[in-house]
């Protein structure tokens, strides 16, 4: 079966958080969250090196949009259930259906930190990919150094595989890093 035939729920809820396909629009709160972050985000993602205006976000919105429709990317804006506030993206990349297999990544606006959010936000995404795409393998891969997002991956049942040295460049192409790969199979 083509991966575009799949019958993929746009929206999928946990506890306190919808997270969705994003959607046309989105670009403004998205760009907000981005900002009142970079000082956070500029360690860990290579999107953050730069300022990017409202219109690049929306812009990079609208293609992750296309690409969930296409089933090339399964990014999911995390939004708190009750008050609708945006609280961070994550979702399922570097798709390979033919196993299935996906990394979950995630990001999330700092005044939201600390709160667990983003740990039931990836939990929700894993049981998802299990439950409902029939993954065999996830991974979450990280910055050896990221304490942060480890912390995630082994709070959610991950296992560390292997901690590949001089692996990757620092977000800002400064330094090299050694990366975690974390997985969990089914």
């Known amino acids: 079966m083509k991966p575009i035939l799949l019958d993929i729920p746009t929206e999928i809820y946990s506890d306190r958080l919808l997270l969705r396909m994003p959607k046309p629009g989105d ?3 998205v760009h907000a969250a981005i900002q009142a972050s970079m000082k956070e ?3 860990w993602m ?3 090196q730069s300022e990017q205006t409202e219109e690049e976000i929306e812009v990079n919105i609208r293609e992750a949009h296309a690409k969930f429709i ?8 995390v939004f708190h259930k009750d008050n609708g506030e945006f609280i961070g993206s994550s979702g399922l990349h570097y798709i390979d259906w033919r196993i299935p ?7 999330i606006d700092t005044r939201h930190s600390g709160k667990g959010y983003m740990t ?10 299990f439950d409902e795409l029939n993954a065999k393998r996830l991974e979450i891969i ?12 082994e709070k959610i049942g991950f296992n560390l595989d292997v901690i590949l040295k001089n692996e990757e460049l620092s977000a800002d192409g400064r330094e090299l890093r050694n990366t975690c790969i974390y997985s969990k199979l089914t």
């Open 27 to 29: 670009g403004k709160v």
């Open 41 to 43: 985000l500029k360690a």
């Open 46 to 48: 290579p999107f953050a």
């Open 70 to 77: 296409l089933r090339e990317d399964l990014r999911l804006l």
């Open 101 to 107: 297999k996906f990394e979950i990544g995630y990001w």
């Open 120 to 129: 039931e936000a990836a939990h929700r995404i894993a049981d998802f990919a």
């Open 142 to 153: 990280c910055d050896e150094k990221n304490k942060k997002s480890r912390s995630i991956a």
